[in-house]
């Protein structure tokens, strides 16, 4: 006859967890306060210095050896706000072609609407400059092979500016999926939640905003011709015209993750959700976006699925993570630490006998017991905790591994193909969502295709 167990007893034969203290990763070691030699010197310009210039600037300059020289920038107001920062030597200009003629400069920082990073881009290789440029590398899916070109010729250092590939987190986690961790890889899950206006890209618009401040036509660029609207501006990120949506700006942090951490090329095909739900104030791209990556298998991964999300109402507050997903174990990067959970398979598969016969059920658990015991064994876990020193940044470790890579003439792991490739990806998001249909996705060639079918 069987015995009928509460979910308490349940509960109390299942997994215990132990929970082990965090293992320290190790920081770059800070370089020695000693003087730079001359020659050694790295004299940087900025195009472009809004939030993310300013951030990027702020990062930079921790580098021993790196000067800001120039800055370029179609508001005034963020020229004076340079001056005042980093002092009135900083040469300022509306033009940054004045900034890539100067002799003295030897990289720059492209913070500008994702409009122009390509044309700045491959500018400034072209003057003989190294480029920092923003994620994403390019607006457009045909704009990449533009920038892989012109890199390839110049032979100049170019970096995405997309800094998981220099972060001690995630070459964590990347050694950790080489060792088999989880087992084969089944499914990625990746998200990037915000519940705050500045999340959703309500940025401030000066007080001073007007056509004498502000080079309008240089910021339209290339994009349709308009009449002045500070808002276009300072809020670039809602808006087709100059920026990628929620792809360029979030997703192709998570495909540079990805892809960094497991050796991957990219997708075959994508499939994207999303609308436009709550930050209904004139903006004409989704702020909930949901998209699908279907992975072929390959010599560094088993075929995989892909999750993305990100959602500018989260009523729970802000998150962001990653999950790596396998039989044996789950890697979760979160913030600033790498957590591998692993949980042993039961030894018994378990059974639904209460739903046979009474005879027929005493006859099964007669052989069920027989073969795997009395009670189930303990599946204890055990959690490895990995997490990064108190205010590690590693944006300022993206940075030094861009001018050491300018220094030693080294390549860069994020350079334009890299870039390319995270880039590309996410913006089929944005093919499929205006086009409402799946998306096919050539990896190697990084180009689009027709849709292909599922693996």
Known sequence: MTTRRSRRDFLKSVATVTAAAPTLLQAQAPQPSRPVSPNDRIRLAAIGVGIRGQQDLRSALKTPGVELAAVADVYEGRLAFAREVWGSQVATTRD???TLARPDIDAVVVATPDHWHRQIAIDAMKAGKHVYVEKPMVQELDEGALVIDAARQTGRILQVGSQHPS?????????????????????????????????????????DASPQTIDWDRFLGRAPKRPFDAVRLFRWRNYRDYGTGIPGDLFVHLFTAVHFVLDALGPTRAIASGGLRHWNDGRDVPDVMVALYDYAKTATHPAFTLSLKVNFAEGAGDDSAFRFVGPEGVLTVDGDSVTLARRPYPKEPGETSDTFAKATREAFMKDYRAKYGDRPPLRPGHDEVYTAPPRYDSTEDHFRTFFEAIRSRRAVVEDAAFGMRAAGPALLANHSYFENRPIGWDAETMTRTAAASHD
């Not at 990347?174 to 206006?197: M, Q």
């Open 167 to 207: 972060s001690i987190v995630y070459a964590k986690a990347k050694e950790l999926f080489r060792a088999g961790a989880i087992g084969e890889l089944n499914l990625v899950e990746a998200w990037i939640n915000r519940n705050s206006p500045l999340g959703a890209w309500q940025y401030s618009i000066p007080p």
């Open 96 to 98: 940054y072609r004045e």
